[in-house]
């Protein structure tokens, strides 16, 4: 069993930067691929950004690419999520996600999942 906790969230101006912090339990954390979802009202969840379990490779959503860095630090057990040049249509929820496989990109494919921590971009 893994627990996620993420922290970081807030409401911010259009421009701005956050980073987002995901603390995991457990001693296995480097056999999780890692994710970060988010869900806006009324939408549905989906993909942000992913990195696979030794952090060599990750992947994002286009409307993130260049704007977003995923990265983790095994030793600590912990994922980040830095945004930067947030703009109002970020606003959601953000979710941390873990599976044990190489990748995880899905909804449907999520093993774990965090309580989620709020953002909001105003205009």
């Known amino acids: 069993q893994v627990q996620l906790v993420e922290s970081g969230g807030g409401l911010v101006q259009a421009g701005d930067s956050l980073r987002l912090s995901c603390a995991a339990s457990?001693?296995?954390?480097?056999?999780?691929?890692m994710a970060w979802f988010r869900q806006a009202p009324g939408k549905e969840r989906e993909f942000v950004a992913g990195?696979?379990?030794?952090?060599?490779?990750?992947y994002y959503l286009d409307s993130v690419k260049g704007r977003f860095t995923i990265s983790r630090d095994n030793a600590k057990n912990t994922v980040y999520l830095q945004m930067n040049s947030l703009k109002p249509e970020d606003t959601a929820v953000y979710y941390c996600?873990?599976?044990?496989?190489?990748?995880?990109?899905?909804?449907?494919?999520?093993?774990?999942w965090g309580q989620g921590t709020q953002v909001t971009v105003s205009s």
């Open positions: 457990g001693r296995t954390f480097n056999i999780y691929a």
């Open positions: 990195i696979t379990q030794s952090g060599s490779s990750t």
């Open positions: 996600a873990a599976k044990r496989s190489i990748v995880v990109r899905t909804p449907n494919n999520v093993e774990y």
